[in-house]
């Protein structure tokens, strides 16, 4: 699975963003997804997940109620609705696959991932 991250920018705090994660092969389906970001100095941190059908999603406690994991596995794309974006929200995000089960926080069960794309939110 190749995967393609896309949508990040510039935006200011209390607006909206929508991060796209576009996969090719035909087994994206079969891949529950994840979110994840690295902010300039900092680890790199787990932001949400969802299950292969997009019935469960979980998310970092940072970002729950703000911001929404969502997929279309019929375009092979997972999203991320970034609502009310804070300065601290400011990092690089990933996408990542994991063939396991939804909805791990962890990165070493995730074994795609894409090149990132960098989210700037100013005050």
């Known amino acids: 699975v190749q995967l393609q991250a896309s949508g990040g920018g510039l935006v200011q705090a209390g607006g909206s963003l929508r991060l796209s994660c576009a996969a090719s092969g035909r087994t994206f389906s079969s891949y529950a997804m994840g979110w994840f970001r690295q902010a300039p100095g900092k680890e790199r941190e787990f932001v949400a997940a969802i299950s292969w059908s997009g019935g469960s999603t979980y998310y970092a406690d940072s970002v729950k109620g703000r911001f929404t994991i969502s997929r279309d596995n019929a375009k092979n794309t997972v999203y991320l609705q970034m609502n009310s974006p804070k300065p601290e929200d400011t990092a690089v995000y990933y996408c990542?696959?994991?063939?396991?089960?939804?909805?791990?926080?962890?990165?070493?069960?995730?074994?795609?991932w894409g090149q990132g794309t960098l989210v700037t939110v100013s005050s």
């Open positions: 990542a696959a994991n063939p396991g089960l939804c909805c791990s926080d962890y990165d070493s069960p995730y074994d795609y």
